[in-house]
């Protein structure tokens, strides 16, 4: 089997993503995406996510998106061509241990060899992929068994992510004009200080030399009438 991957074009449709592989790549991909359309809930929506092949749940059925980044439609599954091998994405599964379980007891009782790790199972080959398992796990997971047991595990969890955000942004515009306001009330009550400070001083003075100019012209009256 060819090792050759995608080109970096980046395909916008799945049509464009399997010519850009080698006809190997390309005819055990393309049985794979036949078996995920004829089984998979019709609301899933075929395209391109990631740069991959994909099946996902619109923002049309689920509105809130995938928690890692809403304004990506909730993923579902994926196919891909990689360097060494064929990669088939299976999140649907990932979110359900039961049906995790299930799928990998009914693909080894095939006799066939299954290297997967937590939800990306990797392949040389299509004859190493029972497709009926495949097809039959994919049909047990309708939109909304796969979108409730992905509510229980992630559901809302960028919602939270979004009001810290907002709540952390709100304390650091209240905390600026504070800080202005205190270094604005500091500078004004030194100056009022001095102020006072030198009125004070200018006036004392004031206030004592004029009695004693009053008393030194009484004393020279009077001394002036006793001569």
Known sequence: MSSTAPSDAKPAT?????DSLPKDRRDAIQAIRRTINARRDKR???????????WCVPHTVYPAGYHCDPSQPLPF?????????IGIYLFCLYTDEAEQA??????KATGKKLDMGKSCIRIKKIEDVPLDVLGDAIERMTCEKFIKVYDQRWGGAAKPSAKKAASRRTPAKKTA??????????????ST???????AVTKKPAAKKKPATKKAARKATARTRSR
Request: overall charge positive; charged content about 35%; glycine content about 6%.
């Open 14 to 18: 799945p049509r464009q993503y399997l």
């Open 44 to 54: 899933l929506k075929e395209g391109i996510q990631y740069g991959m092949l994909g």
């Open 77 to 85: 599954a994926s196919v891909a061509s990689q360097k060494n091998h």
């Open 102 to 107: 299930r799928f990998v007891k009914a693909w």
């Open 177 to 190: 004009p504070k800080k202005a306001a205190s270094k604005k009330t500091t500078k004004k009550k030194p």
């Open 193 to 199: 200080k001095k102020t006072t400070k030198k009125k």
